[in-house]
């Protein structure tokens, strides 16, 4: 059962569901994560296979694509009714202008305020098959936080399953491309990804001075116990920041050896604010602070131990630059302004 929890805390973390509930536990292992997270595959992706239906800022029908984890898809016209089952997906779609056609939502969505008039389709790693089905979805859009065997289920009851994999920011921004593309939004998807550039380069042009040997080393903890190295975009956005990230040396989530971060002596320490731990109802900044030998980590005794927005830093959509933005003010407060 702790692993279960464990992985379920890093899924849950991962879609961003902080403020709906604001709890997690901690556990063994991070099985389940780690399937949900090693499940891409290389494939064209719908705006690459799309490419030569489009026709100049409308895409043209019938429309095959192929989604990041390998599926394939053929659409007779843009989808009218759309199920999200991840809040980051819900994020996109909406900037998308496509609130019309969302017809339900994950229990955790919270953002934008109009999730909260659709209908509810249960969790993000667990729908109600029967609520989705009932809907009669013509696309049926899900994230990294979806384990593969979940997917794959739901597929099999005929539902048109797409699901994203995003891992690094560039990803991020070719989601709400691709899914632009498919609901022949292509032209709504330019605003929020010009705008995610934008921040991008504000902050690269913030940090570009910081020498190598001047770089800030950032512990990140987002679920209880656990950080997260390389391969993942969290860790590329403190690389951004101008950051160096004490887990770095590790692939994906992690659960965390107390004296390793002991022994790197992060500068900064950043983690989701608000979030209590399910097991032991203590706030996550108080579980940090109170490990024992951490009060002698410079990050602590110089009180720069900063929360963050969990579901703006953790949800793969159009708002996670704006937690780029909130780190890089986390690690160099005198060169970033938001």
Request: hydrophobic content about 35%; overall charge negative.
């Amino acid at each position: 059962m702790a692993g279960l929890t464990a992985a379920a805390a890093l899924l849950l973390a991962l879609a961003g569901c902080g403020s709906n509930g604001g709890s997690t536990g901690a556990g063994s292992s991070p099985s389940s994560a780690a399937t949900a997270s090693a499940s891409a595959s290389p494939s064209a992706s719908a705006s690459q296979s799309a490419s030569p239906a489009a026709t100049g800022k409308h895409t043209s029908y019938p429309l095959t694509v192929t989604d990041p984890t390998g599926q394939t898809f053929t659409f007779d016209k843009a989808p009218e009714r759309i199920v999200s089952t991840s809040p980051a997906e819900t994020e996109i779609l909406f900037a998308l202008g496509l609130g019309g056609e969302i017809v339900g939502v994950s229990d955790y969505d919270n953002y934008p305020a109009e999730t909260k008039d659709k209908t509810k389709v249960g969790s993000i790693t667990q729908p109600n098959e029967e609520t989705i089905v009932g809907l009669e979805p013509d696309l049926v859009v899900t994230g990294i936080s979806m384990p593969a065997e979940v997917a794959e289920h739901l597929r099999s009851l005929k539902l048109p399953l797409y699901q994203t994999q995003p891992k690094t920011l560039d990803d991020v921004m070719k989601d709400i491309a691709d899914l632009g593309v498919i609901t022949d939004r292509q032209s709504e998807a330019e605003a929020p990804v010009a705008s995610m550039k934008a921040d991008v380069q504000k902050v690269k042009d913030a940090v570009a001075l910081v020498k190598p040997e001047d770089k800030k080393k950032v512990y990140i903890e987002f679920a209880p116990g656990w950080t997260v190295g390389k391969g993942e975009f969290m860790d590329e956005l403190i690389t951004l920041a101008g950051g160096v990230n004490v887990a770095g040396d590790t692939t994906g989530w992690n659960e965390i050896s107390e004296e390793k971060i002991v022994q790197s002596n992060p500068d900064v320490i950043l983690y989701a604010k608000d979030l209590i731990d399910s097991e032991s109802g203590k706030p996550l900044e108080d579980i940090i602070r109170g490990r024992s030998g951490w009060d002698q980590i410079s990050a602590i005794k110089n009180n720069q131990v900063v929360g963050l927005d969990q579901d703006v830093l953790s949800r793969p959509g159009p708002r996670l630059t704006q937690g780029l933005l909130q780190v890089a003010k986390a690690i160099y407060p005198d060169l970033v302004k938001e």
